[in-house]
């Protein structure tokens, strides 16, 4: 049953995580629970929170990245399936990057495209995988394809500016 989301502003999170953990009368200490309620609202963590809050852009994870692009070839090419979902997904943002902004594709198209960037012969499982994670919007009878326009994670456009300046003239 679908349920209406409910926007929650919380004007101190800190307070919010005091009072929480009173509650529920949990052992974790006051730096946990703040990065508990973060990640719960989509943060990596407090830390990642209060930057964006301040207008700050959360630095990319160096380690995160470096691991990103050992999955891809000399050329810039996605050449290895990562085993880690959160790999996977931080990989996907530079075929993301290779598909045309607000334009219908086949699935076809798509393919050709994802074959265009990839070393992998699985354009199905990249396809599906960025349908999943809402980089690609499919149509009810799942012919036609369109990228989902919004702003990748800050790890996701570090790689892809990094396997730009690897990409052959």
Known sequence: MAHDAISLSIADVSAFARALRREVADSAG????????????????????????????????????????????????????PARTQMQHLCLWAVWAHLPAASLMTEREVSRRINACTVLEDAALIRRTMVETGMVTRDQAGTAYQRVERTPPSEGRALIAALRQKAPA
């Open 30 to 81: 006051h730096q946990i629970w703040l990065n508990r309620i973060a990640r719960a609202a989509g943060y990596r963590n407090y830390q990642h929170l209060s930057a964006l809050r301040r207008g700050a852009e959360a630095p990319a994870d160096a380690r995160l990245l470096a691991r990103a692009r050992r999955s891809f070839d000399a050329a810039g090419r996605f050449a290895h399936w």
